[in-house]
Nanobody, 117 residues
Framework: QVQLVESGGGLVQPGGSLRLSCAASRITFNIYAMNWYRQAPGKQRELVAQITSGGSTNYTDSVKGRFTISRDNVKNTVYLQMNSLKPEDTAVYYC???????????WGQGTQVTVSS
């Protein structure tokens, strides 16, 4: 079965950096758009960053200039480099694979990111 396994979350001070990774298995990785979502306590899950199968990227306004999404189609892995982290970035971050042509989607289990002094 398809697996998306996130790693790289943790506790970081404001202004710090983290890099999240999401390793995919048992999917044709290069045809999927890969997304990072996050969900803070009491809030709805929101799309943070997307990278299409062609490599185009999109970001929610609150992370533009601070976060960078990238993908390695050889390693079947998507990354989220997060710099200048703020307390409001605290959330569980989820990896999502979305085959736009069919609508098929898969989710990872989530990784906690906490930004606090």
């Amino acid at each position: 079965q398809v697996q998306l396994v996130e790693s790289g979350g943790g506790l970081v001070q404001p202004g710090g950096s983290l890099r999240l990774s999401c390793a995919a298995s048992r999917i044709t990785f290069n045809i999927y758009a890969m997304n990072w979502y996050r969900q803070a306590p009491g809030k709805q899950r929101e799309l943070v960053a997307q990278i299409t199968s062609g490599g185009s990227t999109n970001y929610t306004d609150s992370v533009k200039g601070r976060f960078t999404i990238s993908r390695d189609n050889v390693k079947n892995t998507v990354y989220l480099q997060m710099n200048s982290l703020k307390p409001e970035d605290t959330a569980v971050y989820y990896c999502n694979a979305h085959w736009l042509r069919s609508g098929l989607q898969y989710w990872g289990q989530g990784t906690q990111v906490t930004v606090s002094s």
